[in-house]
């Protein structure tokens, strides 16, 4: 995206004939940004920021940083500023323009930044404002989804049906797990007790591991320990 339109700017007569705001953002958004070469007696003519399209090479859909994987709703509005700064509005984010390849970094840090102080409750006014811009135009409950954390569970294996398996948990609530899923039980029989770490996204299974069978209870011994499925 980032390249030298410094040639185009020096045509004579451009910055004439790109003399409007509209005009001038198509000049920009055809060549992609400008490059700090560009001399102080042009940038009086440049509007103030101009909005930079066609920025999917540089803002993909999918944010993914190790653990974090934020999905964005729709693409940022990326403005180039007459600084030779390039914003991305409403995420208070702004960087120079040699630096644009950071914004996708810069994004997932300004979430995780913020989600960590909305987790704490201690974002601040402005905080706030940015936070709920940011959670409004990202999949937030994706993103949830994907950083819960397991908890270990024990159940019954009910039924088996070919690759499908019915499990009722200790709240007597079912859940099916089919596909490379239900191998994950291969060891455990056909209502016996196991018990087993669980993700569950959108009520299903997520994953299951952990696998471990014992040996069955009774209807009157105490199940209030278990941790139940939400």
Not at 6 to 12: F, G, H, I, T, W
Not at 111 to 129: C, M, N, P, V
Not at 161 to 188: F, K, P
Request: aromatic share 10%; charged share 25%; net charge negative.
């Amino acid at each position: 995206m980032i390249c030298d339109i410094y040639s185009a700017l020096l045509v004579p007569g451009a910055l004439q004939a790109a003399g409007t705001e509209r005009q001038m953002t198509a000049l920009f958004n055809e060549h992609g940004s400008v490059t700090a070469t560009i001399s102080q007696e042009f940038r009086p003519h440049l509007p103030r920021e101009i909005r930079l399209s066609n920025i999917e090479e540089l803002v993909p859909r999918d944010i993914v940083f190790n653990d974090a994987e934020i999905t964005l709703r729709e693409q940022p509005n990326c403005v180039l500023r007459c600084g030779m700064t390039i914003a991305v509005k409403g995420w208070g984010i702004e960087c120079a323009y040699e630096n644009a390849y950071n914004i996708p970094r810069e994004m997932a840090r300004r979430f995780l930044l913020l989600y960590g102080k909305a987790q704490g409750g201690i974002l601040s006014e402005s905080e706030k404002a940015c936070w709920g811009y940011i959670v409004d135009r990202v999949d937030y409950a994706a993103f949830c989804d994907a950083r819960a954390r397991p908890i270990r569970y024990e159940g019954i294996l009910k039924n088996r049906e070919g690759d499908r398996i019915t499990i009722e948990w200790a709240d007597g609530t079912n859940n099916q797990v089919r596909g490379q899923l239900s191998s994950r039980l291969d060891l455990i029989n056909k209502d016996e007790c196991f018990t087993c770490m669980v993700k569950f996204r959108n009520g299903a299974i997520a994953n299951i591991y952990d696998v471990t069978p014992f040996d069955n209870v009774s209807d009157n011994d105490d199940w209030s320990w278990i941790e139940q499925p939400v």
